[in-house]
Structures are given as structure tokens and as C-alpha cells.
């Protein structure tokens, strides 16, 4: 019996140019037990594992070397599955022939075959990125029109389907059950596919900080990538529109998490656009990045606004801005109560000033106060127990219910409270942690402003205090409207004084109700000059005649005064209080003066004298020409010539505030000035010859003085630069060598 001849089939070989000759056993000659099915199925797997799924792992890893375009992979790919496809198509009509049950059986293997060992990831990364580059020419020929770009996408829709085709008929047939959830090989593709295309968009339309982004053009292609999903033979999962959209939002969140310091505290209008935009994708994602928001905010807020060099009121302005766009971006209030939380701890430890100063950014406001009571803001429990229940607007509770949002579990461990409802009014009287407070420093700053400003406006104190009767009652403020109308009654008094006589300078005076006002004599001034001496003679004889059972008691270190200064033919001209004004009085009779002569002269603390010296060698009105002596300037050209400029308020506080000059007696500061002559050594023996406050305030705590702050060692450097004895450069404290060189 003689053997069977082999069959002979040629085929097309997709790598290289030309055909494979290929040999198989015929029916008849099959070894014993195995069936023609297992042979047709053992030989095809043989050709697909040792020839094509070789030479295509090959030709993956070159492509990837390559870096083709996205338009030139999309061809390369295309192309070698059609060469693939039409190779097994004829290797199983040579070797099946006619037999189709054992053609499907074996399509059912051919995928994995072919895809073998890190193949197939490579493949499904080429498949991504032709994905994605279908889906932007989608996009675009949606949002373009043009024509050759509706062309490109249509074609890359083709070779989508000619892909698709191929998997499904190398592969398994799949049940509904099965694609249920999606295809299962094709799904993760398109998802990795949509997120690089909105990674990509979304960071295309952020990087210029310049000018907010265009949301809508952004959420209108993000609608017309959703559409692709029906251009295309492909079964996904019903949810991933859905997924899609959530990694949309969550990826636009990401982009401004680092910006969001610039976006909310610093911001200005435009950004109120943006911070909606992000409230609502955090509120559709189940407050999506709070926590790191939150981390954010702190890190800013520690490092932009809490640190010395950071002004208190530049902290309070912050701090209402903070309150207005993080309520915006999360209405839930939680992260603001932790980045105000955090501002409202450092104004309490470290800024004594902030009481006048909320007072100051307040009243300044003027007109536009009515708008900052419409922001919300945080009190914590140990302040909110001190808040009176009228400051809380239940009109404004009763129109916005709706918009309630619960606070989210983790605000419950949070050791700040909210409260909704209050406002900035609110919120900056909780720094207080009581209205009385407030209303007892307004009542001082409200002194001060109508008998230390030399342009007064009672009319903008008189609206202003209409404005919070809306928060305080009568009797609270009872005082302050007696204070307004002592001044209305001194205005018609003055008028009558001058009819009567004619006065050499203009004169305002003001009489007050003692029992009313704050006391105002903490100060002390025992000398004017003759010719005021006169007038206020006159005044009184006049302020008798129409009230014969009262008497004057002048209070002599309030109120201020104008003064116009020639030296030398150069006119300086300055508005101050009657305290610094006083110790320039002698200087009119003699050109110098010693310390201690002052003192005798004036009747003031040392430490009062030097404060109010340091003011005018300042303004370079008065040189320090010896270690204790005083003088007229004689270089005129060097006087500031600012006119008509009313004084700091901030240098009031500093120059005058009479609990400083108490302060000089007792605590921190007096133990500084013990070792005075120790700083200036030490300073003087450094490299360099300069240091810095924050090294000072090391060594001095290793002295053991108790409570002393940073603040407190920068403020006794400082007063050592008024007095010459040092000079400060961005920061750096030096020895002043030659004290007389002013």
C-alpha cells in the first residue's frame, strides 16, 4: 500500500512580500484517534503561535520604536490586520475546506493565538491611540464643519469597524450576558481613550492663567465625545457616558487644586465664574478633592498670610475674601471654617492690633458695607456662645432653605462650627468673641476720628451708625449717638464763638459729655504755645457766657493739630496729634534741646519723648546730634515734603498709644532694654556685622523671658531704628556705628 501524498496549500504571508507553502496530511492519512477537527485545529494553532504571533510581537515592538503619527499608526495598523485576516482566512479555506463546523470552531481560538505573551498589550496601546485620535476628529469636525476633517473621521470610524470585525471573528461568540458590561476587550480601550482625550482638553484650556478657561466650549466637546460612542460597532457599558463624565469633572477639579489659593483669596470678579464651576463639579462627584483643597489652602494661607511681614489689615481683607469664595465653592461651609479657622487663630495669638483694625476695615467700607453683610462666614463653639442671636438673619434663612446642604460626616470632628447664616459683620466680631467688645473699640476708634482727623465727616459716622443700629440695639449704642451729637452741638457753638470774636487761626473746639465718651486725657501735654494759650482763654470766656454753670476742663493731649513749618525757606506742612505736636513746641523758642531737658520741660516719660523725637527725625524734621541732643534740621532738602497728608493712623497707634508707654515700664519689652547693650555686641561681633529678628528672638528666649513673641523682638528692633541705634535692610538689623548720621 503506498503513502499518502501530502497536501500542498499556498498562502499570503502579511510580513513579507510574497507567499507561505504550506503542507497537510490528508484525511486518509491521519494517525489512528485523531480526528480530521483536531488536526485542522492543532495545525492552525502550530502556524498562529510559531509564525504569526512571533513575527507581530516583532512588528509591534519596531512600531512602537518608530513613533509613527497618530494618523500614520492608524494606517500601519489598519493595514496589517486586513493582511492578517486574509492570511487566516485562506489557511483555514486550505486546510477546512468545506467543512464549516470545524471553521467556527477554530475562529473561536484564533485571537489569543495570534496575541501572544506582552503582544496584545502593545496592540491594545496602538488601539488607544488610534481611539483617541478618532474621537478628536470627530470633535472637531462637529465643532468645525470642515469638510476634509468630516472625511478623516469618517475613515477612522471605518477602520474602527474593520478592527472590530476582526476581533469578533477570531474570537468566542459572546452572549448578551456577557456584553452586558461592555465588550470585554474593546471597553477598556475606549475608556482609556476618553480619559487621555479630556486629560488632554481640559489641561489645553487651563495653562493660560491669563484668562479663565472657556468651560463651555470645554463641556461641548466633552457632549460631542459622548456622541462617538453611537458611531461606532461597539458594545460598552451602558454606565460609561456616566464614568466618563465624572472623570471629565474630577479631571477639572485636579487642574485648579494647586491655583485655588490665586482662584478664591487672592481673586478678583473673573474668577466667580470659575469657582461656580468647581462648586458644582465637587458637589455632582460627592465633594470630590476637598480634602486636598483643604491641605492646599492651609499650606497658601501659612505661607502667603501668616507671617510677620504680612500687614493685619492686608490678613482681615484676605480673610472676607476667603469667607465670600470658599462659602461659593462649597456651601457646605466646612472648607471655609477650616481655612478661617486657621486666619482667626493667628489674628487671636499674634496680632494685637486686630481689634482696631477690624474696627478700621469695617468703617472703611463705608457704602459698600451693606454688601459685605450679605457674606457668610464661621464662629467656633468658644466664640459662638458669645454671639448675640440677633446678628443672625432669619429672612435670609427662610429664602434660602432650599439651598441647604448637610455639612459632610467629616465636619463632625472638626473643632469649628458653622454658622450659615451669619455674615462678615458676624464673622469679624466672633474674632472679638462678643458684641460688646466690638461696640466698646468702635466707641474709642469713633473718638478718635472726631477729635484726632483733621478732616472729619460726622455726616459718614452719623450713616454708619444707622447702619448698625440694623445689628445692635439702642441702648448699646446710646453712647456713641451722644458722642455725634456732642459734636453737632459744638459745630453751633463755634459758629457763635466767632461771631463774637475774631480769632488770630482757625480754632475747632469740641465739647464733650465726659460720662459718654472713652477717656481721652490718657496722655499727657502740659505746654502750649502763648498765642493757643490766648485763643483757648478767649473760648472760655465765651463758653461761659452761654453756659454759666459749666466749666471748661481741657483735655489738652486730644485732638490735633495743622502745622505749617519754615526752615529755611522750605514749608513743610503736617497734621498730628497735640501729643506729637507738643514736643515740637520748645524747638520754636531754642534750635536744641536735650532728652532730659524735654522731659523736665514737657512732664512726659522719657520713653514718651523718644517716641514722639522719633516721629519728627522721621520726618526729617529733627536730627539726633549727640548721644542724648535734639536739633532743627539744617539739610531742608531732605524734609518730606508730602502736603496737606494727614498722619498714619497706623503711626498714631505706635507713636501715641499710651498702653505702649506703660508697656515700656513692665514686661517683655523692659527686659529687652537689659540687654541692649548685649544685642548691640553681639550683633556688631556676627559676619557680616547684621542679623536677622528671628535668630534675636532664639537667644532671648534662652535668657528665659516669659511670653515673649517674634512680634514683640521685631517691634523692640524697630523702636531701636527709630532712635538711630540700628538700621534695617530687607530684614537684616545692623549697628548704627556713627549715631549722628541721620
Known sequence: MSAAVPRQATIFDPFQDGNIVLEFETSDSLPMGTTFSDYCSRSVRSFLLGYIGEELAIWLDALQQINLTRPQLMLAIHEKVLAIQRTVEELLTALCGDRP????????????????????????????????????????????????????????????SDIKAFVGNY??????????????????IISAAFYAY???????????????????????????????LSGIPIRTTPGLKDELSVFFETKYVDQF?????DITI?????????????????????????????????????????????????????????????????????????????????LKQHRADTVRQIISFITKAGHRFNEQMERCVIIDDEDAANVNDEFLDEEDIRKNWRQWHPDPPDALLSKYRVKRSADVFTMLVSIYGSKDSFVKEYRQLLAERLTQAAYKDPGFESRYLSLLRLRFTEAELQQCEVMLKDISDSEKMMQFVLRQNEL???????????????????????????????????????????????????????????LRLTLDGVEFEKVVTNATASVLYPFLEQE????????????????????????WQSQRILVHTGEDTWSLTTQTKDIDRLQYAEQDEEEDEDLEDPDSERADGGGPMEELEQYWNYTRTFIGSQEGKEMKAERLFGIYKMFGIQSLTLEQVVAFLKKKVRENLLTCNNGFYRVVTDPTAA
Not at 470627530?138 to 477612522?156: H, K, M, P, V, Y
Not at 491669563?210 to 468651560?215: G, R
Not at 514718651?608 to 522719633?614: D, F, N, T, V
Open 101 to 160: 463546523d470545524i471553521t467556527k470552531k477554530i475562529r473561536a481560538h484564533c485571537l489569543e493565538w495570534i496575541f501572544t505573551g506582552k503582544a496584545l498589550g502593545v496592540f491594545s496601546h496602538c488601539l488607544g491611540s488610534m481611539f483617541a485620535f478618532s474621537i478628536v476628529l470627530f470633535c472637531q469636525a462637529a465643532l468645525e464643519g470642515d469638510r476634509a476633517i468630516r472625511d478623516a473621521a469618517d475613515e477612522s470610524l471605518k477602520v474602527i
Open 592 to 615: 536744641t534741646w536735650t532728652t532730659g531737658q524735654l522731659v523736665d520741660t514737657l512732664k512726659v516719660s522719657r520713653s514718651a519723648i523718644l517716641k514722639r523725637l522719633g516721629f
Open 266 to 346: 487672592n481673586g478678583d470678579q473673573n474668577s466667580a465664574e470659575l469657582i461656580d464651576v468647581l462648586s458644582t463639579f465637587m458637589q455632582r462627584n460627592n465633594g470630590y478633592g476637598r480634602d486636598r483643597i483643604i491641605k492646599q489652602l492651609v499650606t497658601d494661607v501659612q505661607a502667603n498670610l501668616l507671617k510677620i511681614n504680612a500687614s493685619t489689615p492686608l490678613i482681615l481683607t484676605s480673610y472676607a475674601n476667603a469667607v465670600t469664595a470658599l462659602r461659593r465653592l462649597d456651601p457646605s461651609g466646612f472648607i471655609m471654617q477650616i481655612v478661617c479657622g486657621k486666619i482667626k487663630d493667628y
Open 257 to 261: 487644586i494647586e491655583k485655588i489659593y
Open 504 to 562: 488770630q487761626f482757625p480754632l475747632s473746639v469740641r465739647a464733650i459729655s465726659t460720662y459718654f465718651w472713652p477717656d481721652m486725657n490718657k496722655d499727657k501735654v502740659t505746654l502750649f504755645p502763648d498765642v493757643i494759650e490766648t485763643q483757648l482763654t478767649v473760648f472760655e470766656k465765651e463758653f461761659q457766657k452761654m453756659k454759666p454753670d459749666r466749666r471748661i476742663l481741657w483735655l489738652r493731649a486730644a485732638g490735633c493739630v495743622e
Open 171 to 188: 474570537r468566542k461568540e459572546l452572549s448578551e450576558e456577557e456584553l452586558r458590561m461592555g465588550d470585554p476587550f474593546f471597553q477598556p
Open 198 to 228: 479630556f486629560e488632554r482638553i481640559v489641561k489645553d484650556n487651563t495653562q493660560n492663567t491669563a484668562c479663565p478657561p472657556d468651560f463651555r466650549k470645554m463641556e461641548k466637546a466633552a457632549s460631542i465625545a459622548g456622541d462617538w
